[in-house]
């Protein structure tokens, strides 16, 4: 009973100093890398507050990274690495919402011009779509999949899964105009 007592202890004063350790590679990196994370975050072309919170998150699965033993020789070009996926799925994230935007409403809207009560209205109508329809527009506008990749992750033809994307829009259309006109 004392051994196992004593065991428990110094595995968790263990995890403790493991933790703290990891801690430090990840305010290490930040303190000297930081500056330049967010530098190439703005390079890629994120706003200020986006590339905070890129470097953030970027700092975040570090961390979760190493303590989930992932074995990462070098922590800052992991970051770096990290950083730019992070980026670009950003930019992404962004052109779907356009194209959709762009789709339910027949016009361009400039990036800055979709702000975020629309994006969440268009999220929610989405939401509200038929199972199989709700599934395709959000491999089509938020995993950005050709239609052949839809078709076959929900069992159908391309063909059959731009009729779903199409239908989709079209609910889309109909549940928030009518949204608009009240």
């Known amino acids: 009973m004392i051994t196992t007592t004593l065991n428990a202890r110094t595995n968790v004063l263990s995890e403790a100093s493991e933790t703290d350790s990891l801690r430090d590679i990840v305010v290490h990196l930040q303190e000297e890398r930081g500056s330049e994370l967010w530098g190439l975050a703005r390079h890629l072309g994120l706003s200020p507050d986006e590339a905070d919170d890129a470097v953030q998150e970027t700092l975040l699965r570090l961390w979760a990274a190493l ?44 990036r800055s011009g ?26 089509r506008y938020r995993a950005d999949l050709p239609y052949e990749e839809i078709g076959a992750i929900l069992g159908v033809a391309a063909p059959s899964a731009r009729s779903h994307v199409s239908r989709a829009l079209d609910a889309l259309r109909v549940g928030l105009g009518e949204e608009a006109s009240r």
Do not use: K, N
């Open 114 to 139: 979709v702000d975020h009560a629309d994006r969440m209205a268009i999220w929610e109508a989405v939401e509200a779509l038929p199972e199989r329809q709700r599934l395709a527009i959000y491999l």
């Open 67 to 110: 303590r989930e033993g992932v074995s990462i020789e070098r922590p800052d070009a992991w970051a770096f690495r990290s950083l730019d996926r992070l980026a670009m799925d950003r930019h992404r994230w962004h052109r779907r919402v356009r194209l959709l935007t762009e789709r339910l409403g027949g016009q361009p809207v400039r």
